[in-house]
Each structure stands twice: as structure tokens, then as C-alpha cells.
């Protein structure tokens, strides 16, 4: 048996959609995205969305558009995909980073307060794995010291905490669609945010700093060419027309995970706080102390099961390693780090397929 690690779940409405643009002879800068804009912020339940060709886009765009620069200090977690990070490098900024909760995996926010000086500009919490984290209480800290907050929901969309959807706090929140995520748009992201001046500027800067009502060759500040396209858009409105869909034939897939996983020696389930409305992004398990994480990942690959060590931490990627950061600095991160395994997750993954891969890490454990 072949299991990726992950796979789109692409419909005969996906290919319709897409095919409807191709015949349409507006590829870009046309109805599908605005159409896809108004389904995401009717979704989150925020004012405004805007498409963008990528997440990492779409954290630029948030970074710049709330006036993060030169020098600003930023305040995240380096557990978390690379881009969250980058995107404060982009304006030459500074990541500063506190530790995580050790059970959701999510920044720890009582570390928060203590990193906040007169640099700090901004709070960039991510939502790890669609785990939606406190955004009231980090809304708290940013209103106390006048700090704008970008949540990093690219892994989060329909997650919610006590009841508030992921992305719908923050100044600025961005969604990503690359093939892996609860839906996709092939590559795709969107900013989220109730702030009209915000949205304005993102939408200027992400098709090259034009005035949004005007002339094609006016230019009124630097920007870039971020633009989602019609047919990238055409397949997220498809998948958008199914999301509560989506979102609960991912849950199933991780019930059945948990059933078959939660009393394996060796093995820790993810844990969800009780507060949160988990929308899966990946299933990532826990191996306890002394076992060989790499012996049950080879083990794993050589009977055709797809997994990955999510995450490396930022901090000990070497271009962070050569800004100053080294191993130590983040205790909690560093050690999860070192026993997680994000299992094959998606729409469609069957039963048979979940038991194979429960029965072949099994086999593995018994033999790291
Ligand atoms: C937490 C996080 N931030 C940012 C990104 C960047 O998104 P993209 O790959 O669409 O640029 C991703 C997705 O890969 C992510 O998981």
C-alpha cells in the first residue's frame, strides 16, 4: 500500500469551476476572486478578505500594511512553519521569540508580557496544526501596551476558541491553500481583518501599490504582485461551497486516529483544549522519551506510509542559527520537536488505510 502524507480532495465541481474560467477569457482580476473573497469573510465572520497567491504573501502583505519596520520587534513562537518568522525578516524586523504550551503546542502567552519592550510592535501567534489559540487574551496584551497582532491562522481555517472563529480578532489574519490545507486553491492565501484602512492598503499592495479605484499605470506606493488568479480562485469557491464538509470528514479521519492510537504505549494523541473547536490540518503524534523517532519514520517510509517531522523549529533552521540563535534557547520547543510525527491526513483517507498505518507504527515501535 501507497499512503501520502497528505492529498487535495478535488471534486467534479472543482474541475467545472476551474474549466468555466479557462472559457471565460478573464483569467485574472475578475468575478471568481471576489466571489472567493466574499465566501472567506462571510466564513471567519470578518469585513473584509483578500486573495493573495500565497500565504507568505499574505503575512507580508499584514506585516507591512501595520506598519511593521526597521528594527520593530515582533513577538512569536518558533514552533511553527518557517514563513510566520520570515515574513518579519522581509521588513527587516525582528522575530522575538517566547517558548510554547507544552500540550497545545500554541506560543505560551504568559511568556508574552515579559518579552515587550519599547522595540516591540506586534504579536504573531499561529494557530499549530488547527489548534485555534486564546486571540482574546493576546488581544488583552496587545490593547495594554498598543500593540498590533497578526495571527498566523494559515493551518486554522474554521477552528475556533470559545466559540470565536480563528482569524476574526486579530488586526490582520492570514489563511493559506496550498495542497495540504483543509481546502486549497493549488497555492493561494488571504488576509482577514475588520479594519478597513488595512484592507485598502493590502489590496493596493498586493497588485503593485495601485489605488484600488484607479488608473492601471498609477502607482501610489511600493507594492508587489500578489494576485490571486481566477482559476486559483475558481478552485477555492468550489471548495468553499463545501467546507462544513471538509471540515467534518476531517474530523472523522482524526477520531479514527485517536480511537486506534490513544492506548498505544509510546504513542500521545494530540491533545485539544477544552475550549477548542479543532479544524485539522495535520495529525501529529507524540512518541514518548527514549524512542527512536527516526527508526519509526524510516520504518514508516519503507512501507509506503508518507510522514514528516512537523516542526523543525525555527530558531534552529541555519540561517536563524547564524542570526544568533542555538540549541537551548527554547527548551519545550526544541524537546517536542524531537517526538512528533505527523501521520497521512486527509478528506478521504478510508479505514483500511488508517489501520495499515496504525498496524505498520506499531510493528515500528516495537522495534525503536
Ligand atoms: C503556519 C504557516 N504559516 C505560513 C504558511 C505559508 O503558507 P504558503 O505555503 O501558502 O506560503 C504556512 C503553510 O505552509 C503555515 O503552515
Given at each position: 500500500m501507497k499512503i501520502p502524507l497528505s492529498q487535495p480532495d478535488i471534486t467534479k465541481r472543482e474541475v467545472d469551476l476551474v474549466l468555466k474560467v479557462l472559457s471565460s477569457n478573464i483569467l485574472s482580476i475578475g468575478p471568481m476572486v471576489e466571489e472567493f473573497e466574499k465566501r472567506i469573510a462571510e466564513f471567519v465572520g470578518v469585513k473584509h478578505a483578500i486573495a493573495v497567491n500565497s500565504g507568505t504573501s499574505g503575512l507580508h502583505l499584514a506585516v507591512r500594511a501595520l506598519g511593521i519596520k526597521d528594527g520593530d520587534e515582533v513577538i512569536t513562537t518558533p514552533f511553527s512553519f518557517v514563513a510566520s518568522s520570515n515574513c518579519i525578516l522581509f521588513e527587516r524586523a525582528k522575530p522575538v521569540f517566547v517558548d510554547?504550551?507544552?500540550?497545545?503546542?500554541?506560543?505560551?502567552?504568559?511568556?508574552?508580557?515579559?518579552?515587550?519592550?519599547s522595540k516591540?510592535?506586534?504579536?504573531?501567534?499561529?494557530?499549530?496544526?488547527?489548534?485555534?489559540?486564546?486571540?482574546?487574551?493576546?488581544?488583552?496584551?496587545?490593547?495594554?501596551?498598543?500593540?498590533?497582532?497578526?495571527?498566523?491562522?494559515?493551518?486554522?481555517?474554521?477552528?475556533e476558541y470559545d466559540g470565536q472563529k480563528a482569524g476574526s480578532l486579530a488586526h490582520a489574519a492570514v489563511f493559506a491553500f496550498y495542497p495540504n490545507k483543509q481546502i486549497t486553491t493549488a497555492e493561494g492565501g488571504v488576509i482577514v481583518t475588520n479594519d478597513d484602512e488595512v484592507a485598502k492598503l493590502c489590496r493596493s499592495m498586493r497588485s503593485q501599490g495601485r489605488p484600488i479605484t484607479g488608473l492601471w499605470l498609477e502607482h501610489e506606493r511600493l507594492g508587489y504582485n500578489y494576485r490571486m488568479s481566477e482559476l486559483h480562485a475558481a478552485l477555492g469557491v468550489a471548495q468553499m461551497e463545501r467546507i462544513e464538509e471538509?471540515?467534518?470528514?476531517?474530523?472523522?479521519?482524526?477520531?479514527?486516529?485517536?480511537?486506534?492510537?490513544?492506548?498505544?504505549?509510546?504513542?500521545?494523541?494530540?491533545?485539544?483544549?477544552?475550549?477548542?473547536?479543532?479544524?485539522?490540518?495535520?495529525?501529529?503524534?507524540?512518541?514518548?522519551?527514549?524512542?527512536?523517532?527516526?527508526?519509526?519514520?524510516?520504518?514508516?517510509?519503507?512501507?509506503?506510509?508518507?510522514?514528516?517531522?512537523?516542526?523543525?523549529?525555527?530558531?534552529?533552521?541555519?540561517?536563524?542559527?547564524?542570526?544568533g540563535y542555538k540549541e537551548g534557547d527554547f527548551p519545550v520547543t526544541e524537546a517536542v520537536a524531537k517526538t512528533t510525527i505527523a501521520l497521512p491526513f486527509y478528506n478521504n483517507l478510508t479505514e483500511e488505510e488508517i489501520d495499515y498505518v496504525v498496524e505498520k507504527l506499531k510493528e515500528a515501535l516495537s522495534m525503536a
Open positions: 510554547i504550551d507544552p500540550d497545545t503546542l500554541n506560543m505560551d502567552i504568559s511568556q508574552i508580557e515579559g518579552k515587550i519592550n516591540t510592535k506586534a504579536i504573531l501567534p499561529v494557530d499549530v496544526f488547527g489548534q485555534a489559540i486564546d486571540m482574546k487574551s493576546i488581544m488583552d496584551i496587545a490593547e495594554r501596551y498598543g500593540l498590533k497582532v497578526i495571527e498566523d491562522a494559515c493551518e486554522a481555517l474554521g477552528a471538509i471540515l467534518d470528514k476531517r474530523q472523522k479521519v482524526a477520531d479514527m486516529y485517536n480511537e486506534r492510537l490513544k492506548n498505544v504505549a509510546g504513542v500521545k494523541v494530540p491533545y485539544i483544549h477544552p475550549k477548542v473547536k479543532m479544524s485539522w490540518f495535520v495529525y501529529v503524534i507524540r512518541l514518548e522519551r527514549g524512542i527512536d523517532r527516526n527508526k519509526v519514520m524510516e520504518y514508516l517510509l519503507s512501507n509506503g506510509i508518507g510522514c514528516r517531522p512537523y516542526f523543525t523549529p525555527i530558531h534552529l533552521q541555519p540561517f536563524y542559527r547564524e542570526m
